[in-house]
T-cell receptor
Framework: DAGITQSPRHKVTETGTPVTLRCHQT?????MYWYRQDPGHGLRLIHYSYGVKDTDKGEVSDGYSVSRSKTEDFLLTLESATSSQTSVYFC?????????????FGPGTRLTVT | TQLLEQSPQFLSIQEGENLTVYCNSSSVFSSLQWYRQEPGEGPVLLVT?????EVKKLKRLTFQFGDARKDSSLHITAAQPGDTGLYLC?????????FGAGTTVTVRA
């Protein structure tokens, strides 16, 4: 296990409010990711980071922003939450194993936007 | 549009039976990973296959990477209720993964 924690684990919020999810890792991995998981869609990449203050967009980045000020922390912010952002959010880190990177996932945050 | 197509979407079998899950793509990947996810938890990595044609065995689970590195299969022999879960395949290019939608496997006792 990569020692990944996410907070909060559950959150209910109202439409239009900002929300920040936190991911903390203890493995000193360079790469960190935020995914959302919805039925029938598998895991979709929102944003990822390849180093402190270095981030890039994934396939479903609209309405989300991220920040990484320390190696161990990666924050995901929903600037103005909408009902379509109700989902389960997973953080992951990647470490090199042989010739390939392997990703390790946190326990997830279940977010409900009412 | 899913880059990786998994089939079947759902699979329900009796304990002791065998099952196979398929993961197909038109894209070539540097490696392919299989994960299992249980309700309320994050995905857990089962195996990484890197070389075209590679076969890896993990107890009763056999993973195969296609020769062209575009597809993979997961075969479970003599399935047990503990094998129940969502199985996800993911194609890797460098440090980024593209996931299939997953196959929900239920093994009935």
């Amino acid at each position: 296990d990569a020692g990944i924690t996410q907070s909060p684990r559950h959150k209910v919020t109202e439409t239009g409010t900002p929300v920040t999810l936190r991911c903390h890792q203890t493995e000193n991995h360079r790469y960190m990711y935020w995914y959302r998981q919805d039925p029938g869609h598998g895991l979709r990449l929102i944003h990822y980071s390849y180093g402190v203050k270095d981030t890039d967009k994934g396939e479903v980045s609209d309405g989300y922003s991220v920040s990484r000020s320390k190696t161990e922390d990666f924050l995901l912010t929903l600037e103005s939450a909408t009902s379509s952002q109700t989902s389960v959010y997973f953080c992951a880190t990647a470490g090199l194993a042989g010739s390939s990177y392997e990703q390790y996932f946190g326990p997830g945050t279940r977010l409900t936007v009412t | 549009t899913q880059l990786l197509e998994q089939s079947p979407q759902f699979l329900s079998i009796q304990e002791g039976e065998n099952l196979t899950v398929y993961c197909n793509s038109s894209s070539v990947f540097s490696s392919l990973q299989w994960y299992r996810q249980e309700p309320g938890e994050g995905p857990v990595l089962l195996v990484t296959v890197v070389t075209g044609g590679e076969v890896k065995k993990l107890k009763r689970l056999t993973f195969q990477f296609g020769d062209a590195r575009k597809d993979s299969s997961l075969h479970i022999t003599a399935a047990q209720p503990g094998d129940t879960g969502l199985y996800l395949c993911a194609g890797a290019n460098d440090y980024k993964l593209s996931f299939g939608a997953g196959t929900t496997v239920t093994v009935r006792a």
